[in-house]
């Protein structure tokens, strides 16, 4: 019961509880006629090895699924681009410089936030950065650990996109 049909009551626009979902993905007012489309929103991930081949995943520090293991990331800010992104949440999370990254592939995911669904495209990057000296945890995330892919348990990740994103990656090396 968490998702938009579920939760939205009244249009955002004029109150009007006359608010009518059209079964797939959107709310039409009947009062002020306002059209309020779901659409997915836009979150990245970055795959980042070290020397050893061996991949950071980042502890979750919040819900959904806190304690839970993920790749770094988070959404991409409204008219922001998914490479600053990236780059972005990197630096916020980890005080990592990412000096180059390449796209890897996308899967989709619903993100459970404030009992709310939300539906997010999530995209996958590999990323190289300067170095791992100053290296901390912070912002969203609790810790992070270097696992090799042979090692990873992947009932420990967040969410299956985080899942198929780190499984596109091992196909491609
Ligand atoms: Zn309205």
Redo the contacts with the bound molecule.
Sequence with gaps: MTQPQDILQ???????A??VFDGSKSFK??????HFFINSACAVAAVIVNNRGEILLTRRAFEPEKGKLDLPGGFVDPMERAEESVIREIKEELNLDVVSLEYIASFPNEYIFSGFSVYTTDLGFLCQVKSFDNMHAKDDISGFEFIALDKIDYSEISSDSIRNIIMAYEKLI
């Design positions: 009244f249009c955002p626009k004029c109150g009007s006359n608010f007012c009947a009062s002020c006629h306002f």
